[in-house]
């Protein structure tokens, strides 16, 4: 009886041993079952500081938590997030050049790297205008009627805006450089019917790219950049009129 005893304990502790490793196993295979996001394709592949690049791939999350974009050891600005897509802004401090893309999604795993060409930038002229040469006065031989002096020409009021956007762009560090290296042109989008001292000037990046906004205030008789923004940002942020908004 003794015998039969020993045995049958022999056999429960077997079942338990085996049983704990067949868990152990369970939570460790649990543990490493989250596999690495992959970049299948970016869109564009050049582009310079400040332009929005779409990121194709999987396993990105539905929601971005702590996750980020590197272009080389820079974040870019997400302007948004899904499982199989991302929109990022390229970093406005990152140097030209060949440089490596990669998604760290929220569980801290990340991507292999994708290969983005930031291209060159140049600093605009800032458009000046041709001041007028004074002519002397005219003396007649005989008496004549005055006329009426010429009014001095002045500058059209789209070229104050525009030097003041192009002085708040080289501030700030925000390209107006296009993909294919060409100026991008920047016109006013609307005024303040309200108030017309409040103007909203339009910069598109490209066919399918977004377009960035630069909001303008008249001060004292001066123009200023209360700020800037792409689509989904708001004139009003900035204290714009309520008539003042973007349509989508």
Request: proline letters at 8%; aromatic letters at 8%; one cysteine or more.
């Amino acid at each position: 009886m003794r015998s039969v005893s020993i045995s049958k304990n022999r056999t429960f502790v077997l079942v338990a041993l085996l049983l704990t490793l067949a868990v152990t196993a369970i939570v460790i295979a649990g543990c490493g079952s989250g596999s690495a996001p992959t970049l299948t394709k970016l869109s564009p592949t050049t582009g310079v500081n400040g332009a929005q690049v779409t990121i194709s791939g999987t396993g990105f999350g539905s929601d971005q938590g702590h996750g980020f974009v590197k272009f080389g050891n820079a974040k870019g600005g997400i302007v948004s997030w899904a499982d199989t897509k991302i929109t990022v802004q390229v970093p406005a401090k990152i140097k030209e050049g060949q440089c490596d893309v990669r998604v760290t999604v929220d569980s801290g795993s990340v991507s292999p790297p994708s290969q983005y060409l930031v291209a060159a930038t140049t600093t605009p002229v800032n458009p000046t205008t041709t001041p007028t040469t004074p002519t002397g006065p005219t003396f007649p031989t005989t008496p004549t009627t005055p006329t009426t002096p010429t009014t001095p020409t002045t500058p059209p009021t789209s070229q104050t805006q525009l030097q003041v956007i192009y002085t708040y762009t080289k501030a700030n560090n925000i390209s107006t450089i296009g993909v294919n290296g060409q100026q991008l042109q920047i016109t006013l989008y609307k005024t303040s019917q309200t108030d017309p001292n409040w103007e909203l000037w339009q910069m598109p990046l490209g066919q399918g790219q977004d377009v960035h906004y630069f909001l303008l205030h008249k001060e004292n008789g001066a123009w200023v950049v209360r700020g800037d923004f792409f689509k989904n940002g708001s004139p009003q942020t900035f204290g714009a009129p309520s008539d003042l908004t973007i349509t989508q």
